[in-house]
Each structure stands twice: as structure tokens, then as C-alpha cells.
């Protein structure tokens, strides 16, 4: 799929509007790989002379509003939107209902580790939508965790353009690994952070029963 992307959209008006618009229709359920277009948009970037910064706050713009689409979508519409054909094209009525359970589980956090769950993604912001999550917090939670992942995506693929880019080929490996680490880093910050809250949560709660 890379070579496709980097084929497609190898002009220099498309370059990076053509990821970022990819990027807007995965926020809102276009099952292609995220991480993919953010190492194109890099590898693009640093082709045609545009500087990192640039690159990568494009990209994520493009996330959040894509993010930002299906939640308001979920908000202003809900149960409307989904018994249209269009509605359940874009989350099935299994996946709706499995994040809604995760939703009222697990609260805020589930919208943070749905940013890395693409199957789960849409329906989550959908569901945090019709449950009248806030707009704001919900804007920062998954800012917050797109900045875990997008950058060092975009990155990477500036840096790979230096290196390989007469060798498309061996970059495959390199994404797979980096996919793996910055997986694993992520959801290593995700879980010190649950742990910490936990913490403090304990904390409180001990002091309220010691407390005459």
C-alpha cells in the first residue's frame, strides 16, 4: 500500500493534501492504515523540500478533524445516523454496542486507546458522540494521544526519504518496526498514566474513609 500512496500522490500540489485528506476520511471510518499515510506524508514532505513542522502539523490536523467528524457526527445526529445505510456502513451495530459497554467501563480512557485500535476507532468517537461526551475533553484526550504516535511517523518518513529513497523496498521492515515499537511505547504511557490516576484515586478514596 505504501508504494501505491507514494505513486498516487507523487505531484507536488498532492503531495501532502492528498494524505491529509486520506486521514480526514480514517477519522470517520476508511479502513486504511494510519500510520502508512503518516510515513508517506513524511516521505513526501521531505521529497518535494517542505519541512517537517509543517508536514507533521498538517497530518494531524487532518486526524482530529476526521476524529472530530465522527464524534459530532455521533453528538448531532446519533440514533438517526445509524439506521441509515450510510450509518451502519460506517459502524456496524456489534462493534456500536461493544464500545458503548467499553464507554461506560472505562470512561475517558477508552478514548484515548481507541486512537490506537482502528476497527474500534470510529465506532468509540461515534458512541462518546451520542453519549454526550464532552467536546472538549474528548478534543484533548485524542490530541493527546495522536501526539504519542504522529509525529514520529511523519518523522520517520522524512528521515527515510534521505536514506532510501532510491530503495523503496527496504523501508517496509523499517515501518514494521517502528509500528511495533511506537505501539508498545504508547500503550507503556498509557498505562503509567491509568496507573498513576489509579494511585491518586486510592489516595483519595483512603483519606475520605480515615477521615472521622
Not at 39 to 63: C, D, E, N, P, V
Request: net charge positive; glycine share 10%; proline share 4%.
Amino acid at each position: 500500500m505504501l508504494d501505491q500512496i507514494l505513486v498516487l500522490f507523487n505531484t507536488g500540489s498532492w503531495a501532502l493534501w492528498g494524505p491529509f485528506l486520506l486521514l480526514v476520511l480514517c477519522g470517520i471510518g476508511l479502513p486504511m492504515p494510519e500510520d502508512i499515510l503518516l510515513f508517506a506524508a513524511g516521505f513526501l514532505g521531505a521529497q518535494y523540500g517542505i519541512h517537517f513542522a509543517s508536514t507533521a502539523l498538517l497530518m494531524y490536523l487532518g486526524i482530529l478533524i476526521g476524529d472530530s467528524m465522527i464524534f459530532a457526527a455521533g453528538r448531532y445526529f446519533g440514533p438517526r445516523l445509524l439506521s441509515t445505510r450510510i450509518g451502519r456502513w460506517l459502524v456496524d451495530e456489534t462493534r456500536h454496542a461493544k464500545a458503548q459497554v467499553l464507554f461506560r467501563k472505562y470512561g475517558s480512557w477508552v478514548i484515548v486507546v481507541a486512537r490506537f485500535l482502528p476497527g474500534l476507532r470510529a465506532p468509540t468517537y461515534l458512541t462518546a458522540g451520542t453519549l454526550h461526551y464532552s467536546a472538549v475533553r474528548f478534543l484533548i484526550l485524542d490530541g493527546l494521544a495522536a501526539l504519542l504516535s504522529a509525529p514520529i511517523f511523519v518523522w520517520l518518513g522524512h528521515w527515510a526519504w534521505g536514506r532510501y529513497a532510491e530503495n523503496i523496498d527496504t523501508i517496509r521492515p523499517l515501518l514494521m518496526r517502528a509500528k511495533v515499537y511506537i505501539g508498545l511505547g504508547a500503550f507503556a504511557v498509557i498505562a503509567v498514566a491509568a496507573l498513576v490516576f489509579w494511585w491518586r484515586s486510592r489516595r483519595t478514596a483512603l483519606k475520605v474513609e480515615k477521615s472521622p
